[in-house]
């Protein structure tokens, strides 16, 4: 079954402006990691946070973990056009899977110039 | 240089044929995956091959058949092409796919598979 639920599903906005996308998951985690996909291109890493960690900075990029409620959330501050794509929640299980990331259906943000 | 490459990059064939997918990585990582990801943008794994050793198969058809010649390639095989098979295919790479590890993954630019 599907791990990560992401929303919005689309999410439109204007340069200047900050866009949070959030992520919920079912299982216990080692991690949770961000990409983001360009359209038509391949997923980019974007940052990771660990399951004992609560927030993690990257530049523009905040991201919370609450452990407590099963959910994340991607900030990005000051968005610009370039900033247009997919991103997309995914988690590496704890427990006995070999890695293994479990993706989200992913939120498509559009920055407005 | 390409840090994880895979062709073709577009796919077009009729039902029934088969077909391959060919990836390579050139970071030197231990671990490479194949995902599908359908029209919908739902991304999912397929098979995972840590040193030349299939250690992830999701249920899969067996018409899809993944090797390993070496840690640097890993190919995707589709026997009997169907309709749903459409989709994008991704292969990706990680330096360190064990449990234990933060397994970032690098992702090739994908191969549109249009089964008509």
């Known amino acids: 079954s599907q791990q990560g639920e992401e929303d919005p599903q689309a999410l439109s906005i204007q340069e200047g402006e900050n866009a949070t996308m959030n992520c919920s998951y079912k299982?216990?985690?080692?991690?949770l990691q961000w990409y983001r996909q360009n359209s038509g291109r391949g997923l980019v890493h974007l940052i990771l946070i660990r399951s004992n960690e609560r927030e993690k900075h990257s530049g523009r990029l905040r991201v919370t973990l609450d452990t407590s409620k099963k959910s994340s959330s991607l900030l990005i501050t000051a968005s610009r056009a370039a900033d247009t794509a997919s991103y997309f929640c995914?988690?590496?299980?704890?427990?006995?899977?070999?890695?293994?990331?479990?993706f989200g259906q992913g939120t498509i943000l559009t920055v407005h110039p | 240089d390409t840090a994880v490459s895979q062709t073709p990059k577009y796919l077009v064939t009729q039902m029934g044929n088969d077909k391959s997918i060919k990836c390579e990585q050139n970071?030197?990582?231990?671990?490479m995956y194949w995902y599908k990801q359908d029209s919908k943008k739902f991304l999912k794994i397929m098979f995972s091959y840590n040193n030349k050793e299939l250690i992830i198969n999701e249920t899969v058809p067996n018409r899809f058949s993944p090797k390993s010649p070496d840690k640097a390639h890993l190919n995707l095989h589709i026997n009997s092409l169907e309709l749903g098979d459409s989709a994008v295919y991704f292969c990706?790479?990680?330096?360190?796919?064990?449990?234990?590890?933060?397994?970032?993954?690098?992702f090739g630019a994908g191969t549109r598979l249009s089964v008509l």
């Open positions: 299982t216990s985690i080692n991690n």
């Open positions: 990706a790479s990680s330096q360190d796919g064990s449990r234990l590890a933060k397994n970032i993954q690098y």
């Open positions: 995914a988690t590496q299980a704890g427990g006995t899977s070999y890695g293994k990331l479990t």
């Open positions: 970071l030197g990582h231990d671990t």
